[in-house]
């Protein structure tokens, strides 16, 4: 990920390992239509879960990849700390791989499991999960 627009000095190489896996794990399973976002979130062990999008026919039925990789961790019995999303470009699209902030259902859901969180969001290095969504909705 070289042109990142300098977000990489705002990252310990802790988070930019982060990124490498997220940006590694849709490089592996890129599929055009399916498989476009990578997710890697670290847990509080240091261990790191890598998923990619689970992408559909019918759109309403599609898993984003930080749902995924935090579906891993809550198996493991991790608690979350810090969530990174890497979007791959289209075939016809120029560039690399690229950091994304997590979209509006995954903030709700890491919300719920990981209130403590943290996310890696471009322009902005790492960002508390609550700033990103300061009124989460609530039943």
């Known amino acids: 990920m070289t ?3 300098g977000f990489s000095r705002l990252l310990s190489a802790e988070d930019q390992a982060l990124v490498a896996a997220a940006a590694e794990a849709v490089r592996a ?4 239509g399916r498989h476009s976002v990578g997710a890697a979130l670290r847990g509080t062990s240091g261990r790191v879960f890598v998923a990619v999008n689970l992408d559909a026919t019918v759109g309403r039925a599609a898993i984003c990849a930080e749902a995924v990789a935090l579906g891993e961790a809550v198996m493991a019995g991790e608690t ?3 969530v990174v999303a890497v979007r791959h470009p289209r075939p016809d699209e120029p560039g690399e791989p690229a950091v994304v902030s997590p979209c509006g259902l ?3 859901l890491l919300l719920d499991y990981a209130p403590e969180a943290e996310v890696l969001v471009p322009g902005r290095g ?3 999960l609550r700033d ?3 009124s989460p ?3």
């Open 3 to 5: 042109a990142d627009g």
């Open 132 to 134: 990103l969504l300061p």
């Open 29 to 32: 399973r890129y599929r055009y």
């Open 80 to 82: 979350v700390v810090v």
């Open 137 to 139: 909705y609530r039943r």
């Open 126 to 128: 790492r960002t508390g």
């Open 106 to 108: 995954c903030r709700e």
